[in-house]
Every structure is written in C-alpha cells, then in structure tokens.
C-alpha cells in the first residue's frame, strides 16, 4: 500500500467527517479507497471512489436533520418558557401576562396542559413531516431505479402516453418524469406502505428486515391514526404493534405522542431507507458509480456501476 495514498486518506477524514474509508478493493485488495458522500460529490483524492448513498437518500436525511432541529428548538422554547413561569412572582398570573413581561406575546389560557399540548403538537407535525419526506424519497428512488432499468419500472403499474402529451412534454427528461410520478402514484394508491415498498424493490432482490421495518410502518401508522382518527388506537394497530408501545394499550386510548416518539420516529424512518439505500447501492441499482484511480471525473459524471 502506499503511504502517500494512506496519509491523503487519513486526511481526508479529518477534513470531511462523513467520508467512511477503507483499505482494499474487491480486485486487487491494493489501493486505499475513499467513499463519498453525495454532499462532497466532486470531491475526488486518488482510488476507487464509490458514493455510500444516492442523492435521494442525502436529501431525506437533510430534511430530517432539519426535523429533529425543529423538535430541539421548539422543545427548548418551551422550556424557557416554563422556567420563566415558576420564577414569576405571582404564580396565579396568566403564562401570557408572564410572558409579556418579557416582551414576548402570546395567547394562553391553559397554564397546566401549556407545555404538553405544544410538545405533542410540535411532534404531530414532525410525524406528518417525516412521512411526506419518505414518500418523495421513494418516489425520487423510483426514478434511480427507472434510469437503470426503464422497462422494470414501467412494469409496475403500466400506463400510456398519447400523442399530444408526447409532444406537450417536449423532452425525454419530461417524459420519464411524468412516467415515474404516475407509477408511483399507482403504488402508493394500494394505501399500504409495506406493500409499495415492496413493490418498488420487487426486480432489485432488496428484502426488508423485519424488525427494522415493522418499528418504520408504527410510526407511519401512527401517522395515519393522528389524521384520520383523532389520534385514538384502533384494533388494528393494537394487533400489529401494540407491544411496540407503551401507553396506552388499548382500543380507544390517544396515543401518547411526545418529543421522544418524534425523535424515535425519525431515527426508525431514516434507518429503514439507509438501509434500503445501502442494499440498493451494494446492487449498482441506485448511484452515481465507480472512479477508478487515475480517472480526471467526479462521482457526478462517473459511469454506473455494473
């Protein structure tokens, strides 16, 4: 091995923290390799250069970064909040009057449920959050995969162009991506997560593990319980995941959603579509391919990997 390609990699890592590096090739197991993020997508210091997740992937892990940073800051709002309350001196006073005081203006009348409503609130709205961003990184995953393989795509939920929609679109571009909106749409109409996921995946060999994918569809079903009934367990959720929850367990009872089951859900959804992710690259169906050592491209023009 050679030190000069060793050190550039060492310091590579420190530079740029998400890079993950290995020693070795499948072929030769000779040359230092360097994996590149999709935010570092030109970043290129010698080796085989192999992308550890797709665009799709960067992308909903950017907005669920952004989610756990809304549920932290509302969080800790509410916690300063509260300390101003217990330190004022007329504990009778209204948590507007407080507040006011410290110029800060706000309607509320509830002083007991003040800090709980907020924080299931804040919550609520990153579950609802978390699953619109799955569903547009399935369908932008859809799209990898249609680039690989137009016709397995296609497949899924067959459809057809006439003429003057051809023309309209004007471009292949446009054309592929109005195919892959309608395919997916056609999936997702089945109004069961599981089975578009495995729709999506079923010409890739990708298998779900069951653990990892089953906490994932809890909290999407949670989801769906908090729109449409009021948040309340029904018989079928309390049969598929009832021993994933710990309060309440029983038809009818609310769901207990706190900054933690926010948290956690984001963690579970981001881990199911790594996972994914990684399967699918592992494969050469997702990607932006191989740099072999001497190559003057970046990962964003490289050949797909076979």
């Known amino acids: 091995m050679r030190v000069r390609s060793t050190l550039t990699a060492a310091l590579a890592v420190a ?9 070795g090739s499948p072929q030769s197991r000779s040359a230092v390799h360097l994996i590149v993020m999709p ?31 809304y549920l932290n800051g509302v969080d800790a709002c509410i916690s300063a909040a509260m300390r101003e309350l217990r330190r004022a001196p007329d504990q009778k006073a209204s948590i507007s009057a407080v507040l006011a005081q410290k110029g800060i203006s706000i309607r509320v009348s509830d002083r007991a449920g003040f800090a709980n409503r907020l924080r299931r609130n804040s919550a609520e709205y990153v579950l609802h959050s978390a699953y619109a961003f799955l569903a547009e990184y399935l369908q932008e995953l859809l799209g990898e995969l249609y680039d690989r393989n137009p016709l ?13 929609e051809v ?3 004007g ?68 049969e598929r995941f009832g021993d994933l929850i710990t309060t309440p367990t029983c038809v009818g009872g609310r769901l207990n959603i706190t900054k933690g089951f926010g948290r956690y859900a984001l963690t ?23 740099i072999t050592a001497g190559d003057s491209r970046t990962s964003s023009d490289a050949s797909p990997a076979a």
């Open 268 to 290: 579970s959804l981001e881990e199911l579509a790594g996972h994914i992710d990684g399967e699918l690259i592992s494969r050469g169906f997702v990607g932006e391919g191989y």
């Open 39 to 69: 935010q570092h997508p030109s970043l290129f210091l010698g080796g085989d250069v192999v992308p550890t997740r797709s665009k799709p992937f960067a992308l909903l892990s950017s907005r669920l970064t952004d989610a756990r940073l």
């Open 171 to 238: 471009s292949f571009e446009a054309i592929r991506d109005v195919m892959v909106e309608k395919v997916f749409r056609r999936l997702e109409a089945t109004k069961s997560t599981q089975q578009l996921l495995e729709r999506i995946l079923d010409h890739t060999g990708v298998l779900l593990p069951e653990t990892l994918t089953r906490r994932a569809l809890m909290y999407i079903e949670a989801r769906h319980l908090i729109v449409h009934n009021a948040g309340k367990i029904d018989e079928r959720f309390l």
């Open 167 to 169: 023309v309209t679109l």
């Open 152 to 164: 397995a795509v296609v497949s899924k939920a067959p459809g057809k162009f006439d003429y003057h």
């Open 15 to 23: 530079k740029y923290p998400t890079l993950a590096v290995f020693v």
